[in-house]
């Protein structure tokens, strides 16, 4: 009888739960068609409500059938009502327009950003707009999202020139960069003040820097998720913009305007910029280098969008990004990346699931020249496919899918001895991940799991995740994360060196030694070829203020596998060196390691004044089966405290200021010199009388210090209003304000020090329309 009561009960419930109905659809801006992200949708009277995600894109499902008014309410916006009908188990859909504010009401707004605050774990996520990117100080007359990233809590930032985020422990090559799905090999340019993305076609940036959920694989450290727009589907528009250190271009507009309202259509942007820093430089910055600051770039970006009545759409998009630096006779840097992809949305008609995926291909070819030494060359070309299914089952999600990556690399390498370290290979990965977020109220829970295949060394990764967020009350929050991490691509670069310019890429090597040796004195047989680490991460989020938020997170990255080259390389591994230790004829080395560490940030935000203090501890380690050592980006200290401030009758000055200090990392000390004499003819080897190569007797790895870094930069900017659409902005900046000599890296040869860049006024001028 109890059975056959509960039997009753299920399937009473699974009727009543079929008899309500789904609202969904997506929200855009009136005047461009562009989606607005992150803001909330909600039924008038109900407790019912989502925020749209990355695609303007909202569903709000159990909702009870009949008469129903939706309502939006965006900062910036004007609200919106529109009175819908709910069928019984049907769905309804809609393509929502609102209309930019004139003017802002000194009310309580809904916030999109708090709604998600409470309903997903958010761990180590920061969400990044062009609105935010333009309050920064904007070097060189441009805001680019690479000077903002400098300032997110957990990213250490190692300097001007040849400049690289470290995430959390993590070097360049164990952070994943997407741009629309595609993967970017090298986001950043050789002088470190700006990436390849012009931030004006920036949609969203979501920037992970740990415990991330099992969506995203393929790295151990972080993920960087860059989404750009479609482009204005109501008219023509652009920017024009020239300054001291390079110029732009963007143009958008539509190819086909909709027909009726909510109809269909299609669009285009196009985006350009290039650096002549290497020309002006030799007349306004003469006294930073004579010769001129050796710094060239060029990118390129277009986009066609394609949009369904129903907001389901297809994009295809390419990129064309190149880079040059000239350190006069010493070095010559160049590389080029160049990729095309597809990327689609599709809503199906009579299902609450979302269907999303992406193709792409992606080239990354770099060279290095350097004096004395053979040239070093690495290339890597990929392919990758996504396809991604979201169901939505009331406040719970659940997300599934699967990925498909291929990449061929052809890299050439000589260590400081000149031994050659060479690779040409092909891999396939393949990967499949589940997600379930379950929203209680009072909990956000978010287990997932990842199983990823690494075909070249035919090797399984099971990954479990898992976010967990308490919503203690309406004010504090906490949080946790953990996870289980791999990665087969490797970097050719070490994190012994002092510079990095060269940045190679190889498929996970299986010349390694077969022993993992621990600090301790311990040992184990190596199981895999793969790079492996494991995330915790636990923290807390309080509204101290309606307008004033506190963030903190500590975090351990348990770095259990890593591969990097092996310096000491002496002989090659054959039969006739079959004796030799494994650490002088390897090309690689197993590591260990761990990250850990603690950020804080504290932001206050409200209508004319923004200000963000961030506050980053943080200690690495890596031991190779010798020796322990600090990784170069070992920064124990790092403050970033950043403001933009609005002013003027009509709101058209805007003045921010961002001042940076950063310990100083680790660094190899020079104990002598000694005269090499390579013995090339073997026994035959007059050593009386031969010339030999200047040799350096090196120090402990890393057991030095440079100084401290810190540096502040200023910006005013002044808009001109001629029109609804047309704005002149002019921009004045100084960087590195009071012209701190902070060091770039030390000339042993020379015994000379030399610095990063030095106090760099820039003017620009730009035209929207």
Known sequence: MKQLFLFILCVFGGITYAQKGSVRGFVYDQESGEPVIFTTVYLKGTQLGAATDVNGFFTITDVPPGAQTIMITSIGYDSLQKQINVPQGGIVNEKLYIKQATFELDVVEISGESQVAKTSVQMSVNQITPQQIQQMPSVGGEADI???????????????????????GGSPIQNKVLLDGMIVYNPFHSIGLFSVFETDIIRNADIYTGGFNAEYGGRISSIMDITTRDGNKKHMAGKIGLNTFGAKAVLEGPIKKEDKPGGGS????????????????????????????????????????????????????????????????????????????????????????????????????????????????????????????????????????????????????????????????????????????????KFVIDPGVRIQYYASLTTFSFEPRLGIKYNASDRLRLKLATGVYSQNLISSNSDRDVVNLFNGFLSGPDNLPDSIYYSDGSSKARTHELQKANHFIGGFEYDISKRINLNFEGYLKDFTQLSNLNRNKLFEDNADNASRPDLLKKDFVVETGRAYGFDMVLKYDYKRLNFWAVYSWSKSDRYDGIIEYRPIFDRRHNVNLVTNYTFGKDLNWEFSVRWNFGSGFPFTQTQGFYENIDFSDGINTDYTSANGNLGIYYADINGGRLPDYHRLDLNLKHKIYFGKNSILEANLGLTNAYNRSNIFYFDRIKFERVNQLPILPSAGISITF
């Open 146 to 168: 690479a000077q903002y990233m400098q300032v997110l809590p957990g990213v250490v930032f190692t300097g001007d020139q040849g400049g690289q985020l470290y995430i959390r």
């Open 266 to 441: 299609a669009s285009y942007i196009i985006a350009g910029k290039t650096s002549y820093l290497d020309q002006t430089s030799k007349l306004l910055y003469a006294y930073a280098d004579t010769a001129g600051l050796p710094f060239t770039f060029t990118d390129l970006y277009a986009k066609l969008s394609f949009n369904g009545e129903n907001g389901s759409k297809f994009n295809l998009f390419g990129f064309n990004y190149t880079d040059q630096v000239s350190y006069g006779a010493v070095s010559d840097l160049r590389w080029n990346t160049f990729g095309i992809g597809s990327n689609f949305v599709l809503i199906p008609s009579s299902s609450t699931t979302l269907i999303d995926g992406n193709f792409a291909y992606s080239n990354y070819d770099v060279s290095l020249k350097e004096l004395n030494t053979n040239e070093h060359k690495s290339k890597i070309g990929s392919f990758n496919l996504d396809l991604n299914f979201t169901s939505f089952q009331g406040d719970n999600t659940l997300k599934y899918g699967f990925q498909i990556l291929g990449f061929e690399t052809d890299f050439t390498f000589f260590n400081f001895l000149n031994r050659k370290i060479t690779q040409q290979d092909f891999t396939t990965e393949l990967s499949g991940y589940l997600n379930y977020t379950l929203n209680t109220g």
